[in-house]
T-cell receptor, first 114, second 114 residues
Framework: SQKIEQNSEALNIQEGKTATLTCNYTNYSPAYLQWYRQDPGRGPVFLLLIRENEKEKRKERLKVTFDTTLKQSLFHITASQPADSATYLCALAPGPYGNNRLAFGKGNQVVVIP | DTEVTQTPKHLVMGMTNKKSLKCEQHMGHRAMYWYKQKAKKPPELMFVYSYEKLSINESVPSRFSPECPNSSLLNLHLHALQPEDSALYLC?????????????FGSGTRLTVV
């Protein structure tokens, strides 16, 4: 069966350090991988998208890598701040064509300690 | 306008009631989605509308009935729900229903069925 796995344990990190989250998937061949941020009781907010032929993508303090051989994406928050505390969701899209079903992982909570 | 607006924010309904959830966007997005999210779980896709036509129904029970009156509006009609249907219902939109577009989510409707 298809699975998108993210660490269920919260990541507690000191302010200023780099937070690294992992997303592993099985029985998917995604053309795109997306990352979202979700705060309690709110909808997810789109952060970054990376294509299967891209190794790395950056946006401000965020960096995403995508390894289709390992079937894994890493999500980094550099110089973390307390405002970065949230749950981060990985999502997979099968391709550039229509009838896409964007599937989400359970998310990984990040707590940045001042 | 870069938002998806969902109303109401909270809804409590009895198992015999009929109610509707509303979603609106004015970004010109041609794909709109309903997701259901239970606590500590990932969002689960329910319905996809592409160019105002229902393109995906993820085997959702008929007590949930979607409607897309025009390209800016999406409704979810609820009837004879069960307590286990209590969840956060999220509406989202994207430029098109393709994997290379990020989704814009609303803040959700917190539904409680009593």
């Amino acid at each position: 069966s298809q699975k998108i796995e993210q660490n269920s344990e919260a990541l507690n990190i000191q302010e200023g350090k780099t937070a690294t989250l992992t997303c592993n998937y099985t029985n998917y061949s995604p053309a795109y991988l997306q990352w979202y941020r979700q705060d309690p009781g709110r909808g997810p907010v789109f952060l970054l998208l990376i294509r299967e032929n891209e190794k790395e993508k950056r946006k401000e303090r965020l960096k995403v890598t995508f390894d289709t051989t390992l079937k894994q994406s890493l999500f980094h928050i550099t110089a973390s701040q307390p405002a970065d505390s949230a749950t981060y969701l990985c999502a997979l899209a099968p391709g550039p064509y229509g009838n896409n079903r964007l599937a989400f992982g359970k998310g990984n909570q990040v707590v940045v300690i001042p | 306008d870069t938002e998806v607006t969902q109303t109401p924010k909270h809804l409590v309904m009895g198992m015999t009631n009929k109610k509707s959830l509303k979603c609106e966007q004015h970004m010109g997005h041609r794909a709109m989605y309903w997701y259901k999210q239970k606590a500590k779980k990932p969002p689960e896709l329910m319905f996809v509308y592409s160019y105002e036509k229902l393109s995906i129904n993820e085997s959702v029970p008929s007590r949930f009935s979607p409607e897309c009156p025009n390209s800016s509006l999406l409704n979810l009609h609820l009837h004879a729900l069960q307590p286990e249907d209590s969840a956060l219902y999220l509406c989202a939109s994207s430029h098109q229903n393709r994997g290379n577009y990020g989704y814009t989510f609303g803040s959700g409707t917190r539904l409680t069925v009593v």
